[in-house]
């Protein structure tokens, strides 16, 4: 994933529809590509210097669970649950049109994590595509179209989709 949105030294070409990677700045590539690490970075001591227009995230907040004051917080009073669920709103405010999710519920208990999913769902019924590492094979069934095993490095097998049933996402 980091190599998707050249993080990290890599080879051959990625496109989002017709546009390559390497023909556009890094920082418009990752707003219309963002990622999400397990465990996001922080630079600043307060929350709120993290996000450039606050006031437009209560929505966002609410969704995941944590309360609108949170952007006067300091970075270091948050515990690992909470980090994570604002990286993942710290990615969402850029409005990407592709999200690439590294074990984005892996620090969250089943209630957060539910909160998280919908708000997953909520992007793909949007349109927005989503590539999603999880080793929770119960969370791969609830919100994935389709799965691959990863072993060794080698793409093993294809778990079948969830189906053609009514109302299954076309994306992703």
């Given at each position: 994933?980091?190599?998707i949105v050249?993080?990290?030294?890599n080879?051959?070409?990625?496109?989002f529809?017709?546009?390559?990677r390497?023909?556009?700045?890094?920082h418009i590539?990752?707003s219309m590509?963002?990622f999400?690490?397990?465990?996001?970075?922080?630079w600043a001591d307060?929350?709120g210097?993290?996000?450039?227009?606050?006031?437009?995230l209560d929505?966002?907040?609410?969704?995941?669970?944590?309360p609108?004051?949170?952007f006067?917080?300091?970075v270091?009073?948050?515990s690992?649950?909470?980090m994570?669920?604002l990286g993942?709103?710290?990615?969402l405010?850029?409005k990407p049109k592709?999200?690439?999710?590294?074990?984005?519920?892996?620090?969250?208990?089943?209630k957060t994590t539910?909160?998280?999913e919908?708000l997953?769902k909520?992007?793909l019924?949007?349109g927005?595509?989503i590539?999603?590492?999880?080793?929770?094979d119960?969370?791969v069934?609830r919100l994935?179209?389709r799965s691959?095993i990863?072993e060794h490095?080698?793409?093993?097998?294809?778990?079948?989709?969830?189906g053609?049933k009514?109302?299954e996402r076309?994306?992703?």
């Open positions: 994933m980091r190599a050249d993080l990290d030294v080879e051959g070409e990625v496109f529809g017709d546009i390559e390497n023909v556009i700045a890094a590539w990752r590509v963002a999400v690490p397990a465990q996001t970075g922080w307060r929350v210097d993290h996000f450039e227009q606050t006031n437009l929505d966002l907040l609410l969704k995941v669970g944590l609108l004051e949170v006067d917080w300091q270091s009073r948050l690992s649950g909470e994570q669920r993942f709103v710290r990615a405010a850029l592709f999200l690439l999710l590294d074990e984005p519920t892996s620090a969250l208990d089943k539910k909160l998280v919908e997953i909520e992007q019924d949007l927005v595509g590539i999603m590492i999880s080793h929770d119960e969370q069934k994935a179209n691959f990863l490095g080698e793409l093993k097998q294809q778990k079948p989709s969830r053609s009514k109302g076309k994306n992703g």
